[in-house]
């Protein structure tokens, strides 16, 4: 007790730390999980294909001297510059995703038309020094804008790196939604329902920090353009829609 007959006040204890939203694909478990080919339903392969068949033809059309694939994990755009003779680049925030893509590289001789690095896609002054080309084509696969914590920050990033950006992302269609939810309930533990997104679309959350969002046409238009980028062309499929944009 306390010279004042009473004991004295205690803290209380401090509020648990949130996960860091990159704490997911950034540890490898969450990202190895996430990209397991055995976990994809069905339609997620079209969706897939849909992706690489846009980039590829984004590629050939041009103007474009590179191909620069963020969260590119296992690098599924290499192929794509492979084929359209491009030099490639994937940047990826797993150093585990990374040094499997190198060696890959090395593997397949690709040493002297390829690389990976290690970068976040919202901190592009990190590593747009290291980037081949001076008129690249930025690839941001698999919804990748929808699992950011801030897609402005990364969109405003790359139009100020110049090129173009092709973007892929799931729309809001309830069919989509419940695509994505048997998906996610097969590598997310924790998922909690689903709750309204902040562009027209539907978000998951889940452990260590997972998010993952879709987009209404609208409210991925009406981003992009306030991120001063202008739509080039469009690709839909029944789960979601690619699109290549420009610096306004």
Not at 83 to 110: F, H, K, N, P, T
Not at 120 to 137: D, K, V, Y
Not at 211 to 240: D, K, V
């Amino acid at each position: 007790m306390t010279r004042a007959g009473l004991l004295p006040a205690t803290a209380p204890p401090p509020a648990p730390t949130p996960p860091s939203p990159d704490r997911f694909y950034r540890d490898g478990t969450g990202a190895t999980a996430i990209m397991s080919v055995a976990h994809f339903p069905d339609e997620v392969l079209t969706f897939l294909q849909m992706e690489c068949l846009a980039a590829f033809k984004t590629a050939l059309e041009g103007p474009c001297d590179a191909v620069v694939e963020l969260g590119c994990f296992d690098g599924r755009a290499l192929e794509v510059a492979r084929a359209a003779q491009l030099r490639y680049c994937g940047i990826d925030i797993s150093c585990g995703a990374v040094a499997a893509l190198r060696e890959r590289i090395a593997d397949e001789g690709l040493g002297a038309h390829a690389t990976a690095l290690v970068g976040n896609a919202q901190e592009t002054l990190r590593w747009s020094h290291r980037i081949p080309g001076e008129q690249p084509l930025f690839v941001l696969p698999f919804n990748l804008l929808g699992n950011l914590p801030d897609p402005r920050r990364a969109l405003t990033g790359l139009r100020a790196l110049g090129g173009t950006v092709l973007i892929s992302v799931f729309n809001e269609d309830p069919r989509t939604t419940a695509v994505r939810r048997a998906y996610y309930t097969q590598c997310v533990s924790e998922l909690a329902e689903p709750a309204p997104g902040r562009y027209g679309g539907t978000l998951f959350r889940g452990a260590q920090g997972f998010r993952s969002e879709s987009f209404s046409a609208p409210a991925l238009h009406r981003l992009l353009t306030e991120c001063g980028l202008q739509i080039r062309s469009e690709t839909t499929n029944r789960l979601g829609r690619c699109v290549t944009a420009h610096r306004a």
